[in-house]
């Protein structure tokens, strides 16, 4: 017998008005993968910043930083959130370091920004098994993870909501918990969830 496909989830198209949904958090929060859910769930198009920068450099983000540096790295994602601010109905996944320039918080403003927040020890976990990251080139990259995470929690707190991730939870759990937090923020808050008069995502 043919194996059943698994239920579709629930869409809710018309949730954010149009709005974009832009996540921010640290390297190995999964925004990814969270990512790509919530816009199947919202209708929406998936970007990701990381992956859009490889594309515009045609190197890998590895090569960026061994070739060009952090600066340019940085350059370039501000160039990339900058071209992703104007549209509409998108997902965007953004890198750790997105926040750290105030500039890309003008344009990250265009949207709703979500910090997807997981704690330190999941972290280290996760990216233990994950050790291509740049910044974590060094033997003594547990305490560099933990101090960038220290140097950076103030900023992710900017977010206009926060999505605390249990350990051990699935992305599909975490999905819906994120829906929910947004249906609330849309009923407490509507205005902060205005229709969207940007470039309609053709």
Not at 4 to 26: A, C, E, F, I, K
Not at 100 to 110: D, F
């Amino acid at each position: 017998p043919i194996t059943p496909l698994p239920p579709m989830p629930p869409t809710h198209p018309d949730l954010l008005r149009n709005v974009s949904l832009y996540l921010v958090g640290m390297m190995g929060a999964g925004k990814s993968t969270l990512g790509k859910r919530l816009a199947a769930v919202l209708k929406y198009r998936f970007f990701d910043t990381d992956t859009l920068i490889e594309q515009t450099a045609q190197r890998s983000i590895g090569d960026i930083f061994a070739e060009a540096g952090e600066s340019t790295f940085r350059d370039l994602e501000t160039a990339v959130i900058r071209e992703l601010a104007p549209y509409t109905r998108i997902v965007v996944s953004t890198g750790g370091g997105m926040v750290l320039r105030r500039e890309n918080w003008g344009h990250l403003r265009q949207g709703v920004v979500v910090w997807v927040d997981v704690p330190l020890r999941e972290l280290e976990n996760r990216l233990a098994l994950d050790r291509g990251r740049p910044l974590l080139q060094r033997p003594d990259w547990r305490d560099h993870l933990a101090t960038l995470l220290s140097q950076r929690q103030a900023l992710y707190r900017e977010a206009d909501l926060h999505l605390q991730i249990n350990p051990g939870e699935s992305v599909e759990e975490s999905c819906d918990r994120m829906i929910t937090l947004l249906q609330s923020q849309v009923r407490s808050e509507p205005t902060r969830v205005r229709p969207a008069n940007g470039k309609p995502d053709t």
